[in-house]
């Protein structure tokens, strides 16, 4: 079983960037594939972001060119880069990890889950 703890989250202005982190313990990272997911204020926990094997990414439409998904096997974190922000990326991110073979992008595919961090995007 892994535990996973996010942080890097804050308060930015439209335009700028942040750097989501989440750091696993309990078994390494590179076990499982690895997801971003995000929760605004009333609505579904939505797909952001995952990393699956051999370095394959897959992103939601909504974040295509400014968000990227990355590995550090060696401090085993996944981090989610995320530039250009719009207020419309406002949420709780959540990174959660899979133990599916196939790439999975609902919430249901995903076994352990982080506590999540808000991110707020003002305009």
């Known amino acids: 079983q892994v535990q996973l703890v996010e942080s890097g989250g804050g308060l930015v202005q439209a335009g700028g960037s942040l750097r989501l982190s989440c750091a696993a313990s309990?078994?390494?990272?590179?076990?499982?594939?690895m997801g971003w997911f995000r929760q605004a204020p009333g609505k579904e926990r939505e797909f952001v972001a995952a990393?699956?094997?051999?370095?394959?990414?897959y992103y939601t439409d909504s974040v295509k060119g400014r968000f990227t998904i990355s590995r550090d096997n060696a401090k085993n974190t996944v981090s989610l880069h995320m530039n250009s922000l719009k207020p419309e990326d406002t949420a709780v991110y959540y990174c959660?990890?899979?133990?599916?073979?196939?790439?999975?992008?609902?919430?249901?595919?995903?076994?352990?889950w982080g506590q999540g961090t808000q991110v707020t995007v003002s305009s």
């Open positions: 309990g078994r390494t990272l590179s076990s499982y594939r």
């Open positions: 959660a990890a899979s133990t599916r073979v196939a790439v999975v992008t609902t919430r249901a595919g995903y076994d352990y």
């Open positions: 990393s699956w094997s051999g370095g394959t990414t």
